[in-house]
């Protein structure tokens, strides 16, 4: 197995997390169609009405996804997660316009009156995912999720989702921990409608050194780990 996947890496790319950066161009077109018809449907949210624009991504050079968190003032709680809202903006005869829209949802993963913000990649030449990195904590124990979830014609489907990093270290008295490892994720560009993904896990587990390579390959809607 660590043959080959010496081999797979060199035709891989890993997708690194990037500061968001909202250009001033797209921040005035959710100040002009999104804001506008977010306060226009102010009956949608009822006390979660304070709108912050968190992600603009580039589907196309005319073809926008704006994600909007949604909230109120006394939503910030450990356990408290803003209402997220997606409009899809694409440019047609040279002029915008607001294609569709889901508003006002639970997002899946949140706390303290956020939630998080997942990362555009390609996992096909054409196929569009959503990767989110979810972390958590609780009694000394910490880990990472990786959840990610096919985008297609608006519609967004879990297709992944695994343990990504776990540490009992405060637990433990220090260097005493029995498990403490993480994860990196890469996509094996090939030529076929679904890249695969490898997965790389590296550092202890339960009180012995780990490595561990895995390969999820597209089958049947969503991605399955391959045991051969």
């Known amino acids: 197995m660590k043959l080959i996947f010496s081999i797979l890496l060199v035709y891989t790319i ?11 161009a797209n ?12 306060i226009a449907n102010k009956n949608n949210f009822k006390t979660n009405n304070n ?16 994600l ?16 997220m809202s997606w409009y899809h903006l694409k440019k047609e005869n040279n ?6 829209k889901i508003v006002n949802v639970e997002p899946d993963y949140g706390s303290w009156g956020s939630f998080d913000i997942p990362e555009l990649i390609y996992i096909g ?24 979830q096919e985008y297609d014609n608006f519609k967004f489907k879990k297709i992944l989702t695994t343990e990504f990093g776990y540490s009992d270290s405060g637990v433990y008295e220090e260097n005493e921990e029995h498990n403490n490892w993480e994860s990196k994720m890469y996509i094996v560009k090939k030529d076929k409608p679904y890249y695969d993904i490898v997965i790389t ?13 895995q390969i999820f390959k597209y089958i049947n809607g969503k991605y399955t780990l391959d045991k051969n």
């Open 68 to 83: 909007i968190s949604s909230n109120s003032n006394d939503n910030s709680c450990h356990a408290c997660v803003s209402k």
């Open 27 to 38: 921040n005035t077109l959710y100040e002009k169609f999104i804001f506008n018809d977010l």
């Open 125 to 148: 030449k054409d196929k569009i995912a959503f990767k989110y990195i979810v972390s958590y904590s609780q009694q000394g124990i910490s880990g990472d999720k990786l959840d990610i």
């Open 14 to 24: 890993l997708f690194a997390s990037e500061d968001i950066t909202i250009s001033s």
């Open 95 to 100: 002029n915008w316009q607001i294609i569709n």
């Open 201 to 213: 896990k590296k550092g202890k587990k339960n009180q012995k050194e780990f490595e561990d390579n």
């Open 51 to 66: 709108h912050k624009l968190v992600n603009v991504y580039n589907l196309s050079k005319n073809d926008l996804l704006f």
